[in-house]
């Protein structure tokens, strides 16, 4: 199945008569990768926003998704790659591909 998934992946990103452009295949897996798009927490076009407010000991306070604009591919890939509990970010087991398409949409949707 991974082999399939991964051939699919190839085959949309780098045919020459695909009918999804990089950047549509990007943008989809950005809008949704597994569920939970990337745009819900750092925003339309990965510039980060507010996911929640709440109190603790009557201080308020906000959960935020950080600007992932300036990131670089080595750390950007690390993070997506990270399995920490305690992180607010969810694991999404995507391939190489996929964060390279992901990063891609970034730098494009922000030139």
């Given amino acids: 199945m991974r082999i399939v998934l991964i051939s699919l992946v190839f085959t949309l990103l780098y045919a020459e008569d695909s009918f999804i452009t990089p950047f549509e295949y990007a943008k989809m897996l950005y809008e949704s990768p597994r569920g939970v798009g990337c745009n819900l927490c750092h925003g339309s076009k990965g510039r980060g926003k507010t996911i929640a407010r709440y109190k603790k000991r009557k201080e308020l306070k906000e959960l935020k998704a950080p600007d992932?604009?300036?990131?670089?591919?080595?750390?950007?890939?690390?993070?997506?790659?990270?399995?920490?509990?305690r992180s607010a970010m969810p694991t999404y087991f995507l391939t190489r591909d996929e964060i390279k398409a992901l990063y891609f949409y970034i730098k494009k949707v922000n030139e």
Avoid: A, H, P
């Fill in 68 to 85: 992932i604009t300036s990131v670089d591919f080595k750390t950007f890939y690390k993070k997506l790659n990270s399995r920490k509990k």
